[in-house]
């Protein structure tokens, strides 16, 4: 059903490329973060809620068309549809059927609530595709109200020492995901860095409910910051719109966060687990869930799952992709 090529996995039944990084002629994809969508492709397809993020981040000249979650379409000999990963607003699972059975491509996907998507809907498959961004057995996330709770403790010791707290997150997901579920129980306005702006407004259009925020940049000048919550994405890092925010305390939000030697590495002040993948349990769960009677890995730490499912009974193979070990930190 689906061959590696240069440019990325390829159905050659169907005339279609998934989340290449190559330029190609159309490009399904899962999701609109930057391993997975990518710039040149003539033609774009997606699952609806996903066309806005695309447009904005590829501009107006592309040509991005959209199909509603569950409406099944027909590419050459094969039945297409996309369906909620939970992983961002618009992430999608490619479901495809055929000659060669019923094939799932998960994208990223998560199985934790998020107010900012559709769950995670589990397909039933005979191969499934999924990644492993956190395949490893170390990786397992606490209760996001919990991680929300640490997050506004943190923010509050900050306040009581006149500090502002920053807090580096990806602009697609993380931010919006913290802005949904702070706006659950605060109603503190949050401060933004401006690269932020567009994929805040594009939620907000999607009817996502988050909390009140505002761009640093447009304070008057000299207005302290002090005690104030703000996101920015890790690129901030020692620009000169550091120099606005005074005496700070830093942390990171993201899933790698639970590993100590990444958390020294980023040189931060507190890391904040909380991710937009599945990690090693809900990884295992959600293969017993669809059923597959073979696994394909890919992103991330393939080799550990293939290999542990492979012990379990499982057929498995990876999947190479540009996005492995470290390099696969868009919006983890
Ligand atoms: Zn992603
Ligand atoms: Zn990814």
Known sequence: ??????????????????????????????????DHARIGSAGYLCAEPCAPLLRRRFGPDVVVESRGYGDA????????SFHPAGHVLGSAQIRLEGAEGVWVVSGDYKRAPDPTCLPFEPIACDTFVTESTFGLPIFHWDATADVIHELIAWWDD???????????????????????????????????????????????????RMADTSPLIEL???????????????????????????????????????????RRQRNVDRGLVLSDHADWPALLATVREVGASRVLTTHGHPEPLARYLAGQGLETGVIRTAWEGEASAQGD
């Open 158 to 208: 900050n306040r009581s020492l006149n500090r502002s707290s920053l807090l580096f997150c990806y602009t697609l997901g993380k931010a919006q995901r913290i802005l949904a579920e702070l706006a659950r129980v605060t109603d503190r306005r949050v401060l933004v860095h401006g690269a932020m702006m567009s994929m805040l407004d594009a939620y907000r259009t999607a009817g996502v």
């Open 1 to 34: 059903m689906l061959t590696e090529t240069p440019d990325g996995l390829y159905c050659p039944a169907g005339d279609f490329h998934i989340d290449p990084w190559g330029a190609v002629p159309r490009a399904l994809i899962t999701h609109a973060h930057g």
């Open 220 to 262: 008057p000048r000299g207005t302290s910051v002090a005690g104030e919550l703000i996101l920015a994405p890790l690129m901030a890092r020692g620009t000169p719109w550091m120099r606005r925010l005074g005496d700070f305390s830093d942390a990171f939000a993201s899933g790698s966060m639970r590993v100590r030697g990444t």
């Open 73 to 80: 379409f027909t590419l050459g000999s094969t039945r297409v």
